[in-house]
């Protein structure tokens, strides 16, 4: 049973690019979060969305980012227009269902932005 | 609003010493108590948790973590220091019940050096 993958490891865009960080679930699992990680920071809380729906956006930033959890396929986070200030690692946690009191993360995507 | 706070950002111990990073917490309700490590360029491995029950929790790689709820803290200890355990701790934590008790709060991590 494989973890949760996310895809690309690694990620360079020039500023005004856009990124498209991906992220498959655990097998089962129908509840994806993701979070991201300043340079000497904790992970901040960005967005928790269960399949076709987004149900807390609360700490996504106002403009340029999205996030998506389609019936099929990946939950893609895209951040358009992308600035330096966007250089972090981007991590992808799923669990089973909402009342789960484990989320299991991917090994994150880290984009630098030059 | 919930909080969580690592005092030290840096620990270091000898190995074969005991080590204890610090982890104090605050949320409205009854807290899930969480600790991950996480090695350079790698994601977060969970360690342990405590959700209810027993005060001393057990995890992996010979960790374990005491849940003080008089004084808000979940500290992770392990009796012998392994140079392996070098890597990056993150304490989190997240309510029990409420709206928005799925989203887990970090603290900003304690790196963690065992000397040979």
């Known amino acids: 049973n494989a973890g949760v993958m996310q895809n690309p490891r690694h990620l360079v865009r020039r500023r005004g690019q856009e990124a498209r960080l991906r992220c498959s679930p655990m097998k089962g699992h129908s509840h994806v979060y993701w979070y991201r990680q300043l340079p000497e920071e904790g992970l901040k809380f960005m967005v928790y969305?269960?399949?076709?729906?987004?149900?807390?956006e609360s700490g996504m930033p106002k403009e340029r980012f999205s996030a998506e959890f389609p019936k099929e396929g990946p939950s893609i986070l895209r951040i358009q227009q992308v600035v330096r200030g966007d250089s972090a690692a981007y991590f992808c946690?799923?669990?089973?269902?909402?009342?789960?009191?484990?989320?299991?993360f991917g090994q994150g995507t880290r984009l630098t932005v030059v | 609003a919930q909080s969580v706070a690592q005092p030290e950002d840096q620990v270091n111990v000898a190995e074969g010493n005991p080590l204890t990073v610090k982890c104090t917490y605050s949320?409205?309700?009854?807290?899930?108590l969480f600790w991950y490590v996480q090695y350079p360029n790698r994601g977060l491995q969970f360690l342990l948790k405590y959700i209810t029950g027993d005060n001393l929790v057990k995890g992996s790689y010979g960790f374990e973590a005491e849940f003080n709820k008089s004084q808000t803290s979940f500290h992770l200890k392990k009796p012998s220091a392994l140079v392996s355990d070098s890597a990056l701790y993150f304490c989190?934590?997240?309510?029990?019940?409420?709206?928005?008790?799925?989203?887990?709060?970090f603290g900003k991590g304690t790196k963690l050096s065992v000397i040979p």
């Open positions: 949320v409205s309700g009854n807290p899930y």
């Open positions: 989190a934590v997240r309510e029990a019940s409420g709206a928005g008790s799925y989203q887990l709060t």
């Open positions: 969305l269960q399949k076709e729906n987004i149900i807390d």
């Open positions: 946690a799923s669990s089973p269902q909402e009342g789960s009191t484990e989320a299991f």
